[in-house]
Protein backbone atom coordinates (compact mmCIF):
# COMPACT_ATOMS: atom_id res chain seq x y z
CA UNK A 1 0.00 0.00 0.00
CA UNK A 2 1.17 3.31 -0.84
CA UNK A 3 -1.47 4.53 2.09
CA UNK A 4 -1.43 2.08 4.61
CA UNK A 5 -4.95 2.35 6.81
CA UNK A 6 -2.65 3.21 9.88
CA UNK A 7 1.48 2.51 10.56
CA UNK A 8 1.69 2.17 14.00
CA UNK A 9 5.61 1.58 13.75
CA UNK A 10 5.53 4.92 12.71
CA UNK A 11 4.86 6.02 16.44
CA UNK A 12 7.44 3.22 17.24
CA UNK A 13 10.19 4.95 15.58
CA UNK A 14 9.32 9.04 16.15
CA UNK A 15 9.30 7.76 20.19
CA UNK A 16 12.33 5.41 19.30
CA UNK A 17 14.37 6.52 22.11
CA UNK A 18 12.14 7.14 25.23
CA UNK A 19 10.43 3.85 24.47
CA UNK A 20 13.53 1.98 24.19
CA UNK A 21 14.81 4.10 27.91
CA UNK A 22 11.44 2.59 29.51
CA UNK A 23 12.16 -0.65 28.09
CA UNK A 24 15.53 -0.70 29.96
CA UNK A 25 14.12 1.11 32.99
CA UNK A 26 11.77 -2.03 33.73
CA UNK A 27 14.24 -4.59 32.91
CA UNK A 28 16.50 -3.13 35.00
CA UNK A 29 14.24 -2.82 37.60
CA UNK A 30 13.23 -6.28 38.29
CA UNK A 31 9.88 -5.57 39.29
CA UNK A 32 7.41 -7.42 36.27
CA UNK A 33 4.10 -7.71 37.87
CA UNK A 34 2.13 -4.68 39.21
CA UNK A 35 4.81 -2.68 41.03
CA UNK A 36 5.98 0.93 40.74
CA UNK A 37 6.00 1.58 37.05
CA UNK A 38 2.34 0.38 36.67
CA UNK A 39 1.23 3.05 39.70
CA UNK A 40 2.98 6.25 38.28
CA UNK A 41 0.47 4.98 34.69
CA UNK A 42 -2.33 4.43 36.97
CA UNK A 43 -1.24 8.16 38.21
CA UNK A 44 -0.84 9.86 35.27
CA UNK A 45 -3.35 8.23 33.47
CA UNK A 46 -6.05 8.98 35.96
CA UNK A 47 -4.60 12.80 36.14
CA UNK A 48 -4.83 12.72 32.22
CA UNK A 49 -8.70 11.52 32.72
CA UNK A 50 -9.72 14.07 35.76
CA UNK A 51 -10.45 11.00 37.85
CA UNK A 52 -9.32 9.74 41.43
CA UNK A 53 -8.29 6.33 40.07
CA UNK A 54 -7.04 4.20 37.10
CA UNK A 55 -6.62 0.32 37.03
CA UNK A 56 -4.56 -1.04 34.59
CA UNK A 57 -5.77 -4.40 33.16
CA UNK A 58 -4.86 -6.98 31.12
CA UNK A 59 -6.54 -5.37 27.60
CA UNK A 60 -9.99 -3.31 26.93
CA UNK A 61 -12.25 -6.32 27.27
CA UNK A 62 -11.21 -7.26 30.29
CA UNK A 63 -11.47 -3.65 31.37
CA UNK A 64 -15.40 -3.38 30.69
CA UNK A 65 -15.79 -7.22 32.20
CA UNK A 66 -14.39 -6.49 35.36
CA UNK A 67 -15.58 -2.88 35.73
CA UNK A 68 -19.13 -4.74 35.41
CA UNK A 69 -18.41 -7.41 38.29
CA UNK A 70 -16.57 -4.52 40.10
CA UNK A 71 -20.39 -3.14 39.89
CA UNK A 72 -21.76 -6.41 41.18
CA UNK A 73 -23.18 -6.68 37.47
CA UNK A 74 -23.96 -10.55 36.91
CA UNK A 75 -27.27 -13.45 36.26
CA UNK A 76 -30.81 -11.77 36.62
CA UNK A 77 -28.88 -8.20 35.30
CA UNK A 78 -30.01 -6.58 32.44
CA UNK A 79 -27.53 -4.78 30.56
CA UNK A 80 -27.93 -2.23 28.03
CA UNK A 81 -26.01 -1.68 25.28
CA UNK A 82 -25.37 -0.58 21.66
CA UNK A 83 -25.86 -2.43 18.55
CA UNK A 84 -23.18 -0.33 16.29
CA UNK A 85 -20.20 -1.53 18.59
CA UNK A 86 -17.07 -3.84 18.29
CA UNK A 87 -18.50 -7.22 19.27
CA UNK A 88 -16.11 -6.77 22.96
CA UNK A 89 -19.13 -4.45 24.24
CA UNK A 90 -21.69 -7.21 24.57
CA UNK A 91 -18.82 -10.26 25.24
CA UNK A 92 -18.06 -8.49 28.58
CA UNK A 93 -21.81 -8.53 29.71
CA UNK A 94 -22.04 -11.93 28.42
CA UNK A 95 -19.15 -13.14 30.68
CA UNK A 96 -20.59 -11.76 33.50
CA UNK A 97 -23.46 -13.64 32.76
CA UNK A 98 -25.54 -10.68 32.69
CA UNK A 99 -28.40 -10.54 30.12
CA UNK A 100 -27.41 -7.96 27.29
CA UNK A 101 -30.22 -5.72 26.15
CA UNK A 102 -29.39 -4.31 22.63
CA UNK A 103 -30.59 -0.74 21.26
CA UNK A 104 -29.92 0.71 17.96
CA UNK A 105 -28.51 4.15 17.74
CA UNK A 106 -29.26 7.48 16.12
CA UNK A 107 -28.82 7.67 12.11
CA UNK A 108 -26.44 10.92 12.82
CA UNK A 109 -23.45 10.03 14.90
CA UNK A 110 -24.62 6.22 15.13
CA UNK A 111 -24.11 6.63 19.12
CA UNK A 112 -26.28 4.99 21.19
CA UNK A 113 -29.98 6.55 21.09
CA UNK A 114 -31.34 8.02 24.57
CA UNK A 115 -34.71 7.14 23.58
CA UNK A 116 -33.78 3.78 22.70
CA UNK A 117 -31.95 3.09 25.94
CA UNK A 118 -35.15 4.71 27.70
CA UNK A 119 -37.45 2.72 25.88
CA UNK A 120 -35.50 -0.25 26.90
CA UNK A 121 -35.61 0.06 30.86
CA UNK A 122 -37.28 -2.91 32.54
CA UNK A 123 -37.20 -4.03 36.21
CA UNK A 124 -34.38 -6.15 35.67
CA UNK A 125 -32.17 -2.98 34.15
CA UNK A 126 -29.03 -2.55 36.15
CA UNK A 127 -26.53 -0.91 34.31
CA UNK A 128 -25.72 1.39 30.36
CA UNK A 129 -22.96 0.90 28.49
CA UNK A 130 -22.80 4.34 26.18
CA UNK A 131 -20.27 3.49 23.58
CA UNK A 132 -17.91 6.90 22.76
CA UNK A 133 -17.86 4.91 18.97
CA UNK A 134 -14.88 6.31 16.37
CA UNK A 135 -13.47 8.70 18.90
CA UNK A 136 -17.24 11.02 19.52
CA UNK A 137 -18.29 11.48 22.69
CA UNK A 138 -21.77 10.57 23.98
CA UNK A 139 -23.97 12.98 24.89
CA UNK A 140 -23.92 12.08 28.78
CA UNK A 141 -27.14 14.18 30.15
CA UNK A 142 -29.44 12.21 28.52
CA UNK A 143 -28.43 8.78 29.16
CA UNK A 144 -27.66 9.85 32.94
CA UNK A 145 -31.43 11.23 33.45
CA UNK A 146 -32.28 8.27 32.21
CA UNK A 147 -29.91 6.11 34.81
CA UNK A 148 -30.93 8.14 37.61
CA UNK A 149 -34.87 7.61 36.45
CA UNK A 150 -34.31 3.88 36.96
CA UNK A 151 -31.00 3.90 39.21
CA UNK A 152 -28.41 2.27 37.13
CA UNK A 153 -25.40 2.43 36.77
CA UNK A 154 -22.83 3.89 33.58
CA UNK A 155 -20.34 2.74 32.57
CA UNK A 156 -19.07 3.99 29.40
CA UNK A 157 -17.12 2.18 26.63
CA UNK A 158 -13.95 4.93 25.85
CA UNK A 159 -11.82 2.27 23.89
CA UNK A 160 -12.14 4.29 20.83
CA UNK A 161 -11.67 7.81 22.56
CA UNK A 162 -8.83 8.74 24.64
CA UNK A 163 -8.51 12.60 24.83
CA UNK A 164 -12.57 13.37 23.61
CA UNK A 165 -14.18 15.57 25.96
CA UNK A 166 -17.70 16.94 25.70
CA UNK A 167 -17.94 20.76 27.57
CA UNK A 168 -14.33 20.17 29.00
CA UNK A 169 -15.35 16.45 30.59
CA UNK A 170 -12.93 13.80 30.01
CA UNK A 171 -15.06 10.95 28.71
CA UNK A 172 -13.04 8.99 31.15
CA UNK A 173 -14.67 11.09 33.88
CA UNK A 174 -18.24 10.51 32.63
CA UNK A 175 -20.97 7.93 34.32
CA UNK A 176 -19.90 5.89 37.55
CA UNK A 177 -16.52 4.12 35.45
CA UNK A 178 -15.43 4.02 31.89
CA UNK A 179 -12.82 1.80 30.41
CA UNK A 180 -9.56 2.07 27.25
CA UNK A 181 -8.19 -0.30 25.50
CA UNK A 182 -4.78 0.17 24.83
CA UNK A 183 -4.84 -2.28 21.74
CA UNK A 184 -1.78 -0.93 19.67
CA UNK A 185 -4.13 0.39 16.40
CA UNK A 186 -5.89 3.26 19.52
CA UNK A 187 -5.19 6.60 19.99
CA UNK A 188 -3.05 5.86 23.06
CA UNK A 189 -1.76 2.34 22.27
CA UNK A 190 0.47 -0.15 23.90
CA UNK A 191 3.22 -2.31 22.07
CA UNK A 192 0.53 -5.33 22.84
CA UNK A 193 -2.94 -5.37 24.69
CA UNK A 194 -3.71 -3.37 27.88
CA UNK A 195 -6.66 -1.50 28.74
CA UNK A 196 -7.83 0.20 31.83
CA UNK A 197 -10.75 1.25 34.03
CA UNK A 198 -11.05 4.88 35.62
CA UNK A 199 -13.48 6.00 38.15
CA UNK A 200 -13.96 8.28 41.29
CA UNK A 201 -15.30 5.89 43.45
CA UNK A 202 -13.11 4.34 45.83
CA UNK A 203 -15.10 1.08 46.20
CA UNK A 204 -15.08 0.34 42.34
CA UNK A 205 -11.29 1.03 42.23
CA UNK A 206 -10.89 -1.02 45.24
CA UNK A 207 -12.38 -4.18 43.77
CA UNK A 208 -11.23 -3.51 40.80
CA UNK A 209 -7.48 -4.46 41.64
CA UNK A 210 -8.85 -7.46 43.77
CA UNK A 211 -10.83 -9.08 40.46
CA UNK A 212 -7.82 -8.61 38.62
CA UNK A 213 -5.42 -9.79 40.69
CA UNK A 214 -7.50 -13.42 41.17
CA UNK A 215 -9.43 -11.89 43.91
CA UNK A 216 -6.63 -11.09 46.12
CA UNK A 217 -6.11 -7.85 48.44
CA UNK A 218 -2.72 -9.54 49.73
CA UNK A 219 -0.70 -12.11 49.26
CA UNK A 220 -2.78 -15.37 49.55
CA UNK A 221 -5.18 -13.60 50.92
CA UNK A 222 -8.66 -14.62 48.36
CA UNK A 223 -11.45 -12.65 49.35
CA UNK A 224 -13.44 -13.44 46.04
CA UNK A 225 -13.12 -15.43 42.92
CA UNK A 226 -11.31 -13.10 40.34
CA UNK A 227 -8.99 -13.12 37.47
CA UNK A 228 -5.06 -12.76 36.25
CA UNK A 229 -5.78 -9.53 34.58
CA UNK A 230 -2.63 -7.38 35.18
CA UNK A 231 -1.53 -4.53 32.88
CA UNK A 232 1.79 -5.32 32.21
CA UNK A 233 4.90 -2.91 33.81
CA UNK A 234 6.57 -2.79 30.25
CA UNK A 235 3.57 -2.09 28.54
CA UNK A 236 3.01 0.66 31.45
CA UNK A 237 6.28 2.60 30.92
CA UNK A 238 5.66 2.69 27.06
CA UNK A 239 2.40 4.03 27.64
CA UNK A 240 3.81 6.49 30.31
CA UNK A 241 6.25 7.62 27.35
CA UNK A 242 3.26 7.38 24.42
CA UNK A 243 0.49 9.40 26.81
CA UNK A 244 3.32 12.72 26.88
CA UNK A 245 2.87 12.74 22.89
CA UNK A 246 -1.37 11.97 22.67
CA UNK A 247 -2.85 15.40 22.69
CA UNK A 248 0.02 16.23 19.41
CA UNK A 249 -1.20 13.28 17.82
CA UNK A 250 -4.80 13.58 18.24
CA UNK A 251 -4.49 17.32 17.19
CA UNK A 252 -2.66 15.88 13.97
CA UNK A 253 -5.83 13.29 13.68
CA UNK A 254 -8.42 16.45 14.16
CA UNK A 255 -5.92 18.29 11.12
CA UNK A 256 -7.09 15.81 9.09
CA UNK A 257 -10.51 15.15 9.88
CA UNK A 258 -10.71 18.87 9.10
CA UNK A 259 -9.38 18.65 5.61
CA UNK A 260 -11.70 15.68 4.41
CA UNK A 261 -14.75 17.67 5.81
CA UNK A 262 -13.81 20.30 3.63
CA UNK A 263 -12.38 18.53 0.77
CA UNK A 264 -15.36 15.90 0.57
CA UNK A 265 -18.03 18.42 1.22
CA UNK A 266 -19.38 18.25 -2.24
CA UNK A 267 -18.68 14.68 -3.20
CA UNK A 268 -21.95 12.62 -4.12
CA UNK A 269 -23.50 9.74 -1.95
CA UNK A 270 -20.80 10.33 0.79
CA UNK A 271 -21.90 10.30 3.98
CA UNK A 272 -19.51 12.34 6.52
CA UNK A 273 -19.37 12.01 10.04
CA UNK A 274 -20.60 15.00 11.38
CA UNK A 275 -18.78 18.43 12.57
CA UNK A 276 -17.95 18.24 16.30
CA UNK A 277 -20.57 20.88 17.50
CA UNK A 278 -19.21 23.53 19.99
CA UNK A 279 -18.09 21.55 23.44
CA UNK A 280 -17.43 18.36 21.72
CA UNK A 281 -13.57 17.45 22.06
CA UNK A 282 -13.42 14.44 19.27
CA UNK A 283 -10.80 11.74 19.25
CA UNK A 284 -10.94 11.03 15.56
CA UNK A 285 -9.88 7.61 16.08
CA UNK A 286 -11.05 7.02 12.78
CA UNK A 287 -12.79 8.87 10.10
CA UNK A 288 -15.74 6.67 9.26
CA UNK A 289 -18.03 7.54 6.09
CA UNK A 290 -20.86 6.00 4.82
CA UNK A 291 -21.41 5.05 1.16
CA UNK A 292 -24.46 3.15 -0.44
CA UNK A 293 -21.49 1.10 -2.72
CA UNK A 294 -18.97 0.56 0.41
CA UNK A 295 -17.38 -2.29 -1.51
CA UNK A 296 -16.70 -0.78 -4.77
CA UNK A 297 -15.50 2.28 -2.54
CA UNK A 298 -13.17 0.42 -1.15
CA UNK A 299 -12.14 -1.34 -4.33
CA UNK A 300 -11.32 1.45 -6.23
CA UNK A 301 -9.31 3.16 -3.22
CA UNK A 302 -7.17 -0.43 -2.95
CA UNK A 303 -7.01 -0.16 -7.16
CA UNK A 304 -4.85 3.60 -5.91
CA UNK A 305 -2.82 2.20 -3.08
CA UNK A 306 -4.89 3.00 -0.49
CA UNK A 307 -6.02 1.15 2.59
CA UNK A 308 -9.17 1.36 4.12
CA UNK A 309 -10.86 -0.85 6.86
CA UNK A 310 -15.03 -1.57 7.65
CA UNK A 311 -16.00 -0.77 11.36
CA UNK A 312 -17.32 -3.13 11.63
CA UNK A 313 -19.47 -5.35 8.59
CA UNK A 314 -21.74 -7.80 11.05
CA UNK A 315 -23.79 -6.49 14.17
CA UNK A 316 -23.14 -8.62 16.81
CA UNK A 317 -26.76 -9.64 17.05
CA UNK A 318 -26.02 -11.71 13.74
CA UNK A 319 -22.65 -13.21 14.22
CA UNK A 320 -22.77 -16.61 14.86
CA UNK A 321 -21.48 -15.88 18.76
CA UNK A 322 -24.45 -14.32 19.98
CA UNK A 323 -27.21 -16.26 17.55
CA UNK A 324 -28.80 -17.64 20.74
CA UNK A 325 -30.71 -14.18 21.29
CA UNK A 326 -32.96 -15.01 18.60
CA UNK A 327 -32.48 -11.10 17.22
CA UNK A 328 -33.44 -11.07 13.85
CA UNK A 329 -32.29 -8.97 10.56
CA UNK A 330 -34.07 -5.95 10.37
CA UNK A 331 -34.22 -5.55 14.78
CA UNK A 332 -32.05 -2.49 14.50
CA UNK A 333 -32.02 -0.57 11.08
CA UNK A 334 -29.62 2.05 11.86
CA UNK A 335 -27.09 -0.27 12.78
CA UNK A 336 -27.77 -2.95 10.17
CA UNK A 337 -27.62 0.26 7.30
CA UNK A 338 -24.37 1.27 8.85
CA UNK A 339 -23.08 -2.19 8.93
CA UNK A 340 -23.70 -2.25 5.50
CA UNK A 341 -22.22 0.91 4.31
CA UNK A 342 -19.46 2.40 6.95
CA UNK A 343 -15.87 2.75 5.48
CA UNK A 344 -12.69 3.99 7.63
CA UNK A 345 -10.68 6.28 5.22
CA UNK A 346 -6.69 6.47 7.03
CA UNK A 347 -6.44 9.41 9.62
CA UNK A 348 -3.73 8.00 11.59
CA UNK A 349 -1.50 10.92 13.26
CA UNK A 350 1.16 10.07 11.52
CA UNK A 351 -0.33 10.32 7.47
CA UNK A 352 2.00 12.97 5.92
CA UNK A 353 0.18 15.86 3.77
CA UNK A 354 1.13 13.85 0.57
CA UNK A 355 -0.69 11.05 1.44
CA UNK A 356 -4.09 12.80 2.70
CA UNK A 357 -3.98 14.35 -0.75
CA UNK A 358 -4.02 10.63 -2.44
CA UNK A 359 -6.98 10.13 -0.44
CA UNK A 360 -8.71 13.03 -1.10
CA UNK A 361 -7.85 12.29 -5.29
CA UNK A 362 -8.76 9.25 -5.36
CA UNK A 363 -12.24 9.49 -3.30
CA UNK A 364 -13.00 12.29 -5.68
CA UNK A 365 -12.73 10.36 -9.03
CA UNK A 366 -14.48 7.67 -7.67
CA UNK A 367 -17.44 7.41 -9.92
CA UNK A 368 -20.98 6.65 -8.84
Not at 38 to 61: P, S
Not at 136 to 160: C, F, K, T, Y
Not at 253 to 258: D, E, G, K, L, S
Request: charged share 20%.
Amino acid sequence: MNVPYLDVRAAHLELAEPLRAAFERVISSGSYILGEELEAFEREFAHFCETRHAVGVGNGLDALTIALRANDIGPGDEVIVPVHTFIATWLAVAQCGAQIVPVDVDPDLLLMDPDAVAAACTQRAAAIVPVHLYGHPVDPSPVEQVARRNRLLVIGDAAQAHGAQLAGRPVGAMGDAAIFSFYPAKNLGAIGDAGAITTDDDAIAIRARRIRNYGSESKYAFVESGVNSRLDPLQAAFLRVKLRTLPTWNARRAQIANRYLDEFADVSELVLPSRPAEGVTHAWHTFCVRHPRRDDLAAHLFAHGIQTQVHYPVPPHRTAAFAHLGLKEGSFPVSEAAAATVLSLPIGPHLDDDSVDSVISAVRTFRT
